[in-house]
């Protein structure tokens, strides 16, 4: 199985890629953009009119958001173990982990990367820029206080949760007005560990 994933640095993308990395699966970056003002590729966009990434291709199939692409390849490579079995008790925690992630956490994050999307006119946009500072507390400490005294988000064992809280702790930015990871003690050491891995190292290793 070999995949195609449309990339960029510094973004949801790289999450992909590390579990592309953790599956020892062959994959080919095409490199995009998420700067609001460069277009995205055609064949990017005919997949994900949102034009964003990360959006992933394999066979004569494609599909994009994280969430979904991160669960879809965990059960189609459960080899990797990167997830609990279906029926298995964390596996609820794990979904609702995931979806947790993508739907609060990251539209925090969006409330300043992308306030002019929660804003009706630009003088409106420093408002939603500060909610979504305050927001990303409250989601951040939700967060730390699931994890509580855990090794990894889901208990004992490692998984694709674990590498999506890594992302998102990488986009935490204080000189922008966002907390500090280190308010969020219990996030801040599973991120540290996921840091360690191999497949983490040859993905983030070298972006600033
Ligand atoms: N809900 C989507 C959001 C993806 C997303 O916002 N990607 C960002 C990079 S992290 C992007 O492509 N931004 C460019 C844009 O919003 O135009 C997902 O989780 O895949």
Redesign the pocket.
């Known amino acids: 199985m070999s995949y195609q994933l449309y990339y960029?640095d510094?973004?949801?993308?790289m999450g992909v890629r590390v579990m592309l990395e953790e599956i020892g699966a062959s994959y080919e970056l095409i490199e995009t953009t998420?700067e609001?003002t460069k277009p995205r590729p055609a064949e990017q966009l005919k997949i994900n009119p949102?034009?964003?990434?990360?959006v992933l291709i394999w066979d004569q199939n494609s599909m994009?958001?994280?969430?979904?692409?991160t669960i879809f390849m965990c059960d189609k490579h459960s080899q990797a173990q990167l997830a609990p079995a279906i029926d298995a008790p964390e596996r609820s925690l794990f979904l609702q982990t995931l979806v947790y992630f993508?739907s609060s956490v990251?539209t925090a994050f969006?409330l300043d990367?992308?306030s002019d999307r929660f804003a009706d006119t630009p003088a409106d946009e420093p408002s939603a820029k500060r909610r979504g500072y305050r927001r990303l507390s409250e989601t951040w400490q939700i967060v730390n206080d699931q994890i509580g005294d855990n090794k990894w988000i889901l208990g004992e064992k490692f998984s694709a949760a674990d590498i999506y809280l890594f992302m998102l702790t990488t986009?935490l930015d204080p000189s922008r007005g966002h907390p500090s990871i280190s308010n969020f003690p219990n996030v801040q050491r599973i991120a540290d560990a996921v840091m360690l891995r191999p497949s983490v190292q040859t993905v983030y290793g070298n972006v600033n």
């Open positions: 960029a510094g973004t949801a993308s998420t609001k949102n034009g964003w990434v990360p994009y958001e994280c969430a979904a692409i993508s990251q969006q990367y992308h986009w």
